[in-house]
């Protein structure tokens, strides 16, 4: 599809960028389209990670405020994994490490890629790439974070099963569903690998 950029304006910077563009594509049918006005939100590649100790086969799930899911009338701090910006000029692996230490107070003993995707194409340019991180689970909780981020996280570990059950939740952040998912597919082959 080729797309033609008339106008574009950067509409609001802070935690995220808002820019407006003004466009014409090209059309199923053939031709291009009248010029269309769209807002979208940018940031830079985020990286988001499902901890799993295949050992105790436990997740490692997080809780911190999301303003995205109280501004939905949602509970302000669904279960979730770990995720973040990476760094500029920072791998998604090592992104990924750095998040889940920071998040969890885990360290990777070995990643494992889920996919790359685009997590709202129709309002925002961000990429994610989703993996899963082999760890040593810990007992119980953990409060976590970078106080100077603003984080107040609460790291705590389900039994595999326990995290699957919250699913049923309704309020879990896509990729925490996707990674979950995926973990459900793949768990035997992680845990054969012991």
């Known amino acids: 599809m080729k797309v033609s950029l008339i106008s574009e304006e950067r509409c609001f910077r802070g935690f995220l960028e808002v820019r407006r563009s003004v466009v014409s594509h090209s059309l199923h049918g053939g031709g291009m389209s009248q010029p269309v006005q769209r807002e979208h939100a940018r940031s830079?590649?985020?990286?988001?990670?499902?901890?799993?100790?295949?050992?105790?086969?436990?997740?490692?799930?997080?809780?911190?405020?999301?303003?995205?899911?109280?501004?939905?009338?949602?509970?302000?701090?669904?279960?979730?994994?770990?995720?973040?910006?990476?760094?500029?000029?920072?791998?998604?692996?090592?992104?990924?490490?750095?998040?889940?230490?920071?998040?969890t107070g885990c360290t990777a003993l070995a990643i494992h890629p889920i996919g790359n995707f685009l997590t709202a194409p129709?309002?925002?340019?961000?990429?994610?790439?989703?993996?899963?991180?082999?760890?040593?689970?810990?007992?119980?909780?953990?409060?976590?974070?970078?106080?100077?981020e603003g984080e107040d996280i609460l790291a705590t570990c389900f039994d595999y099963r326990a995290a699957l059950a919250l699913l049923d939740s309704g309020g879990m952040p896509l990729w925490a569903a996707m990674a979950l998912q995926w973990l459900e597919s793949n768990r035997g082959r992680l845990r054969g690998k012991l």
């Open 122 to 148: 129709h309002v925002s340019a961000e990429r994610l790439t989703l993996v899963c991180a082999q760890v040593s689970a810990f007992a119980g909780e953990r409060l976590c974070g970078l106080p100077a």
């Open 44 to 103: 830079g590649p985020v990286v988001a990670v499902l901890p799993y100790d295949p050992l105790r086969d436990q997740v490692v799930l997080i809780r911190q405020f999301r303003i995205g899911a109280w501004a939905a009338g949602q509970p302000p701090a669904p279960w979730d994994i770990v995720a973040g910006v990476c760094a500029e000029a920072e791998d998604s692996e090592s992104a990924a490490r750095r998040e889940l230490e920071e998040e």
